[in-house]
């Protein structure tokens, strides 16, 4: 395999709660996104070009289709017990997926991404899909709750929201072999065109039962990567150890693999407890780093190169087939400028450095978790909504019965022409009726006097806008105001308390109120580490729009994940702030 850029990448953020346990493998996997996204963008502009052609719109469409179905299938194999399940589990960093002695039944279950951890049933049946929780899993896939697939399903999906599988990386967990139930090995067996590559699992205490050679032998046919794990390596000494391994390639070479398969020697139950208990010594001792670091290198050179140079060749042959048409001389300068860019991403994507990289995260590095405010995404829009909508609530009530109330709200020119309109949303009209008059009569009169000068004075814009209510006399401004300060000085105060040495969870802020909160931080950890979190946010937001864009090209819409279908509207909230809280159009600036 080739090797890559051996330069650790920094922990990425998660949002609104997600778990971000692949930070590295996220940071690295970036790069091939971001080369699909900028193929994706000179396919949309080919298609613009002509949106009369319909050939040539049929076939962006189908490289757009093929950018967005982008999955990787790493399926485990392996007889029941073996500890397939406890390995997805260690390298998801949690206990996902139910583990035990007892064989599954003949379910395929994938784990893919998800805005929130549920599983998705498909059944053999019917079309529609049953979503249940996780916990609830082993009802349906455990021999025990579904003997010989009683309940008839298909295949189990569970959603989770971890990077890697962000990434288009699918990983099937397969019914194991060898069990006392024969289908599932033929449901194991079926999905082998389907897989993309292999991880064979066998154990230290019986290697390589004789389901599991004949499953290598059909996955040689498949020409496809294979890694060799032998489990439990906790089970064993030393010496026992070497022999099993040399008894595992003894047996591999017999197979006669056009590439030697890797093995792996790892304990899968101690590298998720130690994962669990955030003890980096305890992971790397048990092995699982090194088959991480491998995978990952699989994925990003072999996996990611095969699948950019496809898509760049088969670019490249539609622009030059639409360039030498003749039809199409008036546009061969389009198409030309279309090839320039086109080469431009390849050469960019090939100087990305090939050797040294380092997957694998070492140390315990500080982990920062966004929260977004469940209505405004940022944490001050949300305390100033609520602020703004107590005092309206209270206020519109005293507009209604007391009199004094509605002089002073005459006399200030009512509320501004935002808060105006917030005002009406929670009043009724009977409210408005009730409280506007004083308001009206007295913008009357002073038109009536306005209008009536005889002292020559020269009419201006300003002389009409003031009898309005402005930002300077707005009741609810003020409130604002002063819920948006002292907003900012709490959050400002325990961010300087932030120990940036350990996990961390920090409210998400818009760009707006970011400034606000940077200013008053000054220079310092607090404020580095906030930036930071929030570029990587901005950078998650981005992306998720972009895959929503690609999909939404390619006709592929059903695949989107709920963050992906909200990126528009969380893009405009973390940019400008809830809408709730933005001044108007100033009317004066119009004139």
Not at 33 to 52: G, P, S
Not at 145 to 171: Q, T
Not at 181 to 186: A, D, G, P, R, S
Not at 544 to 550: F, G, K, S
Request: charged share 25%; glycine share 6%.
């Amino acid at each position: 395999m080739k090797c890559g850029n051996k330069n650790p990448a920094p922990p990425d953020s998660g949002v609104d709660g997600s778990e971000p346990d692949d930070a590295v493998i996220s940071m690295d996997l970036k790069e091939y996104e971001k080369a699909k996204f900028a193929l994706a963008e000179i396919v949309r502009a080919a298609q613009a070009v002509d949106t009369k052609d319909q050939d040539l719109l049929s076939a962006s469409r189908d490289l757009l289709m093929r950018l967005a179905d982008d999955r990787f299938n790493l399926m485990l194999v392996g007889r029941f017990s073996r500890g397939k399940s406890t390995l997805i589990n260690a390298i998801l960093g949690a206990a996902h997926l139910p583990t035990g002695i007892l064989p599954l039944t003949s379910v395929i279950t994938t784990v893919r991404y998800g805005s929130r951890t549920q599983v998705v049933l498909n059944f053999n049946d019917r079309q529609l899909r049953q979503e249940i929780p996780l916990a609830r899993l082993a009802e349906f896939v455990t021999q025990q709750s579904n003997p010989g697939n009683v309940k008839n399903v298909a295949y189990a999906e569970i959603e989770l929201p971890v990077e890697l599988l962000r990434r288009g990386v699918f990983f099937v967990d397969s019914p194991g072999l060898g069990s006392a139930i024969t289908e599932n090995t033929q449901t194991t067996e079926r999905f082998f065109p389907e897989a993309d590559a292999f991880v064979l699992i066998t154990s230290y205490d019986s290697p390589l039962s004789d389901e599991e050679n004949r499953a290598l032998y059909r996955i040689r046919e498949t020409d496809k990567t294979l890694f060799v794990i032998v489990n439990k390596q906790d089970t064993v000494g030393e010496d026992q150890r070497g022999q099993v391994l040399d008894y595992v390639k003894a047996q591999l070479e017999r197979i006669s693999f056009k590439t030697a398969p890797q093995i792996f020697s790892i304990s899968a139950r101690q590298a998720l407890e130690a994962k669990q208990l955030q003890q980096p010594d305890l992971v790397a001792r048990s092995g699982i780093l090194q088959f991480e670091e491998e995978l990952l290198r699989f994925l990003l050179d072999e996996r990611a190169e095969a699948f950019l140079s496809n898509m760049y060749e088969r670019i490249q042959d539609l622009l030059l087939e639409r360039r030498n048409l003749e039809s199409q001389v008036e546009r061969r300068p389009i198409y030309e400028s279309l090839l320039d860019r086109l080469r431009g991403v390849r050469e960019s994507e090939r100087e990305l450095p090939s050797e040294g990289r380092r997957y694998v995260e070492e140390g315990s590095s500080p982990r920062i978790t966004l929260e977004l405010e469940k209505r405004g995404g940022c944490r001050i829009c949300g305390q100033v909504l609520d602020a703004v909508f107590h005092f309206l609530s209270k206020h519109q009530y005293e507009l209604v019965i007391d009199r004094e109330t509605q002089r002073e709200h005459a006399t200030r020119g009512g509320f501004c022409s935002l808060h105006t309109w917030q005002y009406e949303n929670i009043s009724s009209p009977y409210g408005v009726c009730t409280a506007y008059p004083e308001l009206a009569h007295r913008i009357a009169v002073e038109l009536q006097q306005l209008a009536a000068r005889s002292d020559g004075s020269v009419w201006t814009t300003e002389s009409v806008a003031h009898l309005g209510g402005s930002q300077d006399t707005c009741q609810v401004c003020h409130v604002r105001v002063e819920a948006e300060r002292k907003a900012v000085h709490e959050a400002v105060a325990i961010l300087r308390r932030l120990d940036a040495s350990f996990n961390a969870r920090l409210p998400a802020f818009c760009l707006l109120h970011l400034a606000m909160i940077v200013g008053h931080l000054g220079k310092g950890r607090a404020a580095e580490t906030l930036l930071n979190a929030h570029a990587r946010f901005f950078e998650r937001m981005a992306e998720d729009a972009q895959r929503y864009a690609l999909r939404h090209d390619a006709l592929r819409r059903h695949l989107t994940s709920e963050e992906e279908r909200r990126a528009s509207q969380l893009m405009l909230l973390m940019l400008a702030g809830h809408r709730s809280l933005c001044a108007p159009w100033n009317v004066r600036s119009l004139l």
